[in-house]
């Protein structure tokens, strides 16, 4: 039987371009984020409460693309194992007890590749830079959070 999908890392920035730092839980806010993050202060909009990564992406890119990326480096709150994320755009999932939905797919952009420092970043991880999505119902995520998808 396959392992569940879950929640391998967590990180967060305070501040816009910020450093991000590592945490083993985190306090979801429904319809604000993640409680620390820098767009929880700033009212986040739905696609930006929540953003997921693919660990096997990261791999993909070291791999296919000579390009290492280290969980935090993608600047995406949550990276995950064993789930794939694109099919969730407009899907409701739930992360732990923390109800989502999928909201767009989190591309790269040329901030991203500035602060990495990666050249071909962008063009490496476009449709595979993960999942923006919106917290529906407030909770705890922490790393080894199963994710379920729900509809």
């Known amino acids: 039987m396959p392992e ?14 910020g450093p991000v730092h590592a945490v ?4 979801a806010v429904a319809g604000s984020g993640l ?19 693919e660990s096997e992406e990261l791999e993909r890119l070291a791999a296919d693309a000579g ?12 990276t995950t194992r064993g789930v794939r ?16 939905r999928g909201v767009e797919l989190c591309e790269p952009c040329s901030h991203l590749q500035k602060l990495t420092g990666r050249d071909g970043l ?5 449709h595979k830079a993960g999942l923006n999505a919106e917290i529906l119902t407030g909770g705890e995520i922490a790393v080894g959070a199963v994710i379920t998808p729900l509809d």
């Open 4 to 17: 569940p999908a879950k929640v391998v890392a967590i990180h967060l920035a305070e501040v816009e371009s």
């Open 24 to 27: 083993d839980r985190v306090e």
């Open 35 to 53: 409680r620390g993050d820098r767009y929880f202060e700033a009212g986040a909009k739905p696609a930006l409460q929540l953003t997921l990564i």
């Open 67 to 78: 390009i290492e990326l280290a969980p935090g480096e993608s600047r995406r709150q949550l």
């Open 85 to 100: 994320l694109n099919p969730l755009v407009g899907r409701r999932f739930r992360v732990g007890e923390v109800e989502c």
């Open 122 to 126: 962008m063009r490496a991880l476009v």
